[in-house]
């Protein structure tokens, strides 16, 4: 069964800083796909960033950027430079093609002044 | 750009009355996706359609329906609704037959049980 892990039920970061938030997976498919999505207080899901699992290749979407790490089945977001605007709840999610998306439990963000 | 359109946006019902949801997907969107997420709680998943078909069935209550019709949209039957169905109702679409993976999301329908 494919499950999503998000250790870091709550993470801070200093305006400007850099913040990782770390996610892990399980699946015994080859091909797949995972996703960052975040959710700000408007609840409205917003996708970040994707990454598919035969790309050696780490995504980036300006200032957001993720570690994919394959034979370890983990898949962290970096933000670089962050925002008071990055606050929210985020989510990893976990998909193999063309099934529904499995969710981590979240990390919420607090962006401090 | 179009979005996911989901109605009605805020929904209040007493326990034991029925409730219907809709879901608009983004135009030539081929599936939809629906999910649940309580307060506090990851989104969950409850069913899905491709091409008006049902896809992939997650913990979907007895209680609860869906369908897809043939101008793509969906709608989300709950019927001797309970406290605990008091949620976050999600849609999503995507595009599968070109390969599209990514879901887009509606604002949601939140529907309160008293």
């Known amino acids: 069964a494919q499950t999503v892990t998000q250790s870091q039920p709550e993470m801070s970061v200093q305006e400007a800083e850099t913040v990782t938030l770390s996610c892990t997976y399980d699946?015994?498919?080859?091909?797949?796909?995972l996703f960052w999505y975040k959710q700000p207080p408007s609840r409205q899901m917003i996708l970040v960033i994707r990454q598919e699992a035969y790309k050696q290749q780490n995504a980036t979407e300006n200032r957001f950027s993720v570690n994919f790490q394959k034979a370890a089945k983990s898949f962290s977001l970096k933000i670089s430079d962050s925002q008071l605007g990055d606050a929210a709840m985020y989510f990893c999610a976990y998909r193999f093609t063309g099934n529904q998306f499995y969710f981590g439990t979240g990390t919420s963000l607090t962006v401090i002044p | 750009a179009a979005g996911v359109i989901q109605s009605p946006r805020h929904l209040i019902k007493e326990k034991r009355e029925t409730a219907t949801l809709k879901c608009y997907p983004i135009p030539r969107h081929d599936t939809v996706y629906w999910y649940q997420q309580g307060p506090g709680q990851d989104p969950q998943f409850l069913i899905s359609f491709y091409e008006k078909m049902q896809s992939d069935k997650g913990s979907i209550p007895d209680r609860f329906s869906a369908q897809q019709f043939s101008d793509y949209h969906s709608e989300l039957n709950m019927s001797s609704l309970e406290l605990g169905d008091s949620a976050l109702y999600f849609c999503?679409?995507?595009?599968?037959?070109?390969?599209?993976?990514?879901?887009?999301f509606g604002q949601g329908t939140r529907l309160t049980v008293v």
């Open positions: 999503a679409s995507s595009f599968l037959s070109i390969g599209n993976t990514e879901a887009f």
């Open positions: 699946t015994s498919e080859s091909d797949y796909y």
